[in-house]
């Protein structure tokens, strides 16, 4: 059955390719994004983009990883839901990320357990799509604590997937009926984050060295194994070498 099916940030990294995916299978998949006039922040363009829309998918993402990061997913949460809701909209679907329940010290992990929150709180029947880490953002958690000749890691315990396998999961969840609960995605293979850093910097060949450093970065706040995909998930098959040989 063909639906309409609204895409919030459905030019993004994600985005883009969810749409593409429920294009290929036969439904109307419109991505709203700012390039098209339509605003999460204030509304703008919102309830036109709605229109006749059997589900809405938000992906779209805070500006900040930090404090500022739970207004957004309150203000902008908020906005689509009362126009979900005003427009008739049958189904609401988000992105999140496993174990975001239970890393409490970052800031935009309780922010996007906010947004979860505000989903199921809401008007419009739900889902929610968590994922473990992309592995299209490695190249950036290995800058964050990276000199000319080191990058320092935690050991954390992580399971990365390629965002193609992301979009999958959440074209097929919003096809669907809703889940009215969560759908954990994972990749193949679990790593230590030094270790997947090791891995990425040979395949660019990077010559610098990846210290084990508890303290280092965003991912030293996670307590044990919380990142890796609980029993339920769905695992993807594509691996991270994989991955890497296709970006070169």
């Not at 940030?9 to 749409?19: C, D, E, K």
């Not at 703008?44 to 930090?66: H, I, Q, R, Y």
């Not at 689509?80 to 329940?101: C, F, K, P």
């Not at 935009?108 to 992309?134: C, H, N």
């Amino acid at each position: 059955m063909e639906m309409k099916i609204a895409v919030l940030g459905g030019t993004g990294l994600v985005g883009s390719q969810v749409v593409k995916l429920l294009g290929e299978h036969g439904h109307d998949a419109e991505p709203l994004s700012p390039s098209n006039g339509v605003d999460l922040l204030t509304g703008d363009g919102l309830d036109e983009g709605l229109k006749g829309a059997d589900v809405v998918v938000n992906l779209t993402n805070s500006p900040t990883f930090d404090e500022k990061s739970p207004a957004f997913f309150q203000q902008t949460m908020d906005t689509m839901l009362a126009a979900a809701h005003r427009q008739g909209v049958g189904h609401a679907v988000i992105l999140s990320i496993v174990g975001v329940d239970q890393v409490p010290a970052l800031d935009y992990y309780k922010a996007k357990v906010l947004q979860e929150d505000v989903l199921k709180a809401g008007p419009i029947p739900w889902s929610i799509v968590r994922a473990t880490q992309f592995f299209e953002f490695v190249k950036s958690v290995l800058s964050w604590t990276s000199d000319e000749t080191t990058v320092r890691l935690p050991a954390t315990p992580v399971q990365p997937v390629a965002s193609a396998d992301i979009a999958r999961a959440v074209a097929r969840v919003s096809a669907g009926e809703p889940l009215r609960g969560v759908r954990n995605v994972g990749g193949p293979e679990v790593f230590t984050l030094d270790e997947l850093g090791r891995i990425a910097l040979q395949a660019q060949g990077d010559p610098r060295q990846v210290v084990v450093d508890p303290a280092a970065g965003m991912f030293a706040a996670v307590p044990g194994s919380v990142l890796t995909a609980p029993a339920d998930a769905v695992l993807a098959t594509t691996t991270f070498r994989e991955w890497l040989t296709t970006q070169k």
